[in-house]
C-alpha cells in the first residue's frame, strides 16, 4: 500500500490473518479459550487499524476533529460486543463493558498517556488545554448523576425505585441532548494549533483519502464480526478460566475494545503532540458516558435483555470518584508523572477488586 511503512504493511497483514483465524476458530467450534484469545488479538488488532486510518484522515483537520473521529470509529468493537452481549443475554458483561470503557480511559489509558506525555515535556508536566478536560468532567458528571441518583432509589426502595427503565429512557434522552449541544459547538471551534502541540506544525497524511475511508470501512465491518465471535466465546472462556463476568467485561473487553485509546494515544503522548493525544482519550471517555450509553439503553429495548442506568453499588461508587479524579487531575491544563501513576493506580485496585466479584 502507497504510502505506509514496512512494518505497517506487516502489521495490516497480521491483522487480517488474526480475523480469518478468529472466524475459522469461532465456525470451527475451537477450544472455548484459544477462540476468545484469537478473537480478542483480532478486536484489539482491528481496532488499530482503525486508529491507524483515522489518524491519517485526521491530519487534514485540528486535534478536536481528529480525537473525535478516533473516539467514534474508535468506539465501534465496544459498540458492537454490548448489543451482541445483551441480544445474547449478558446483561453483567454488557454493564461491565460500558463502565469498564469509560473507567480505563479515564484511569488507565489517561493515566499512562500522562505519564509518556509527562516524561517527554521539558520540565517534567505535561501541557494542553483545559477546555477538553473540563467539559468531559461535566459530561461525566451528568452521567454519574443519573446513575447514582437510581442506585440510591433503589437501595432505599422508594415509589420512583419501581420505574427504573422509564427514569433510564428520559436519562437517556437528556444525556444525548446535552452531548449533542457540547459536541456541536465544540467541533466548530476547533483550532490549530493547539496549547500544547509541539512547533505548532500539521504532519501530511500518508494515505490517499480512498484508501484511508477504505480501510476504516473494512475495520469497522469486520469489528462488527469480531465482535460477535468475541463474545459467542466469552461465557465458556471464563468458566475455563475461573474469572468473574465482572472482570472480563471491566478489564478484558474493556481493554481489547478501546485499543485505537490505548495505541493512539500513547503514541501520540510519545510524539509530544499534547492536546491531540489528550483530546483523542478524553473524547471516548466524554462519548462512551454522553453518547454511547445513553445510545445503547435506548436500543437495548429492542433486544432481548434491557439495559438501563441501574448499576451495582461498587461500579456507582467507581464512577462517582473516577469522576472526581478526572477533573481533578486534568481539569488545570497541566500534569505531572505521578499524577498519571496515581490514576493507574485507582485502575489495578479496581480491576483487583473485580477478580472477587
Known sequence: MAGTTPLER???????????????ANYGA???VPRFAIATLALAGLAWVVSFATEQLGE???????????????NLPELFVV??????????????????????????????VIVVGARRSPGGLMIFSKRLPNDTATLLQVTVFI???????????????HHVQAISIVGAICLLVVYFTWVVPYLRSDELPGAGEAHGTRPVPRLSFALTLALLVVGGVASAFVS?????????AIMILHISQAFAGLVIVAIAGNAVENTAGLVLSYKRRSDLAISVVKNSVAQIAAFLFPLLVLVSFA????LTFALAPVYIGALALAALSLWQVTGDGEAAE?????LVALYVILATLTLYE
Open 60 to 74: 487534514r483537520f485540528g486535534p478536536g476533529v481528529t480525537g473525535m473521529m478516533q473516539s467514534t470509529l474508535g
Open 228 to 236: 460477535d465471535w468475541f463474545v459467542n466465546g466469552l461465557e465458556p
Open 147 to 161: 446513575i447514582v441518583l437510581l442506585g440510591l432509589s433503589l437501595a432505599t426502595h422508594d415509589p420512583a425505585s
Open 83 to 112: 448489543i451482541f452481549a445483551l441480544q445474547k443475554g449478558e446483561l453483567v458483561v454488557a454493564q461491565t463493558a460500558i463502565v469498564g470503557s469509560i473507567l480505563a480511559n479515564a484511569l488507565l489509558v489517561l493515566g499512562l
Open 338 to 342: 505521578f499524577e498519571g501513576w496515581a
Open 30 to 32: 475451537w477450544a472455548p
Open 303 to 306: 433486544l432481548k435483555t434491557t
Open 10 to 24: 506487516s502489521a495490516l497483514l497480521v491483522v487480517a490473518a488474526l480475523t480469518v483465524l478468529a472466524g475459522w
